[in-house]
């Protein structure tokens, strides 16, 4: 099939490549004439690992064009997916200009009968206002199809070249078989139901996984005063089939483009039709708190804060992406310095967008773990890449100024910390 893809974010980025990648002739659009430029080299402006190679090979086989041509790449195409961003607005709730601007330049462009399907998350109803926006610009026929996506960041090949489930919303069902035949390449586990419950299926996972870790940290919280062990209540909750044990690793709470801004969306799009949503409100707060629990365990081990210097392992909001759009990182760095502490600060590729957000004469931007660890007062790990499982902790102990570790991912076993040396705290475990 001919697909244009508006859009060149993670969500539009990764489907275009896939979809090509399974024998699709798709062009991926974006107004950023710089990012298509990159684009156009294999080189991608977002960090995903394997996306420039899978660029390459598409680019080479035919198969996928980039290009700031919106109105040519629309006319080329048989379906133009939605996939720019809907940011929030100060007040929570989703920003939709750009996609209420996408859709107008689609519909002022159409050439011919189009199918038109939104991949960006938007609030229950919004496709229906994607409609009218394009029948403002068009007087020829097309049809409108939600197909919300689940990739995660850091692992949004795998999840789109092999997702659980997709799911398609649509109000013609004469565009199921289109609609299924697109999708299957890809898993035959294809749920088609309405449009307006596919977007609220975005939004409900989305609030339902941070529930897990809002849920799991503050059973967390409760170990460490019972005496018990958050990993292992984990694994013990997670063998029932029911729960499930992905989403309850316990931690310094979720952070990225995706959580914080759907589960604030979420309770906005209740709040609209005078519903409190109180379960997701308490979510959020127990997330934001969350963050804080670092700053404590440093006060407590250090006395106070002012003047000592605090080695952090990982700015990102998760491994594997230099994202760091709402990552605790900003707000733990940002509580240190105003306390009075120099921060160190290493992570194997966030630095840039890090050094683009925050600057301060108590930051040190280090080269390595070892170097952010040297002579501090103690280490705080963020965010759990492979890169800090591997140090050797008995030498973190060595070079350190105070032997304090706080491992706000619980990514070190209690066997590795013994004989190590180190003064060791971890989140909703005994130390
Ligand atoms: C999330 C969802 O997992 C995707 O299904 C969804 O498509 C995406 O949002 C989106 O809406 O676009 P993502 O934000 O990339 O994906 O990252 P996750 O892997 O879900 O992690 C989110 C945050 O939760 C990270 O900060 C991570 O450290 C934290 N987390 C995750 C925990 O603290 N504990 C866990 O057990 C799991």
Redo the contacts with the bound molecule.
Sequence with gaps: MKLAVIGTG??GLVSGVCFAQKGNEVICVDLEQHKIDMLNRAESPIYEPGIEELIALNLEAGRLEFTSDLADAVRRSDIVILAVGTPSLANGEANLSYIEQAAADVGKAMNGYKIIMTKS?VPVGTNEKIKDVLARHTSLSFDIVSA?????????IN?TLHPDRIIIGLDNTGLRETMVTLHQVFTDKIYVTDIRSAEMI?YA??AF??T??SF??EIANICEKVGADVTCV?DGMGMDKRIGS??????????????P??TNALIQIAGNVDYEFKLLKSVVEVNTDQRFMIVSKLRESLGQLNGVSIGIWGLA???N?D?IR???ALEIVETLIQAGAIVKLYDPIAMDKFKERVDHPNIMWCSSPQQAAEGSDAVCLL??WEEFKKVDLVQLASILHKPVLIDG?NVFAEEQIQGSGLEYYSVGRPR
Excluded at 148 to 156: C, D, I, N, Q, V
Excluded at 246 to 259: E, M, R, T
């Design positions: 993670y969500v998350t919300p996506e689940f990739l995660r960041e850091g692992s949004a999840d975005k996972s989305n996984l941070a897990k870790i799991i940290n984990a992905s989403f309850l690793q316990a931690g310094i709470g979720y952070g990225g483009s995706c959580f801004k759907d909001f998760k491994p992406t994202d709402e990552a605790p965010t759990d991912r």
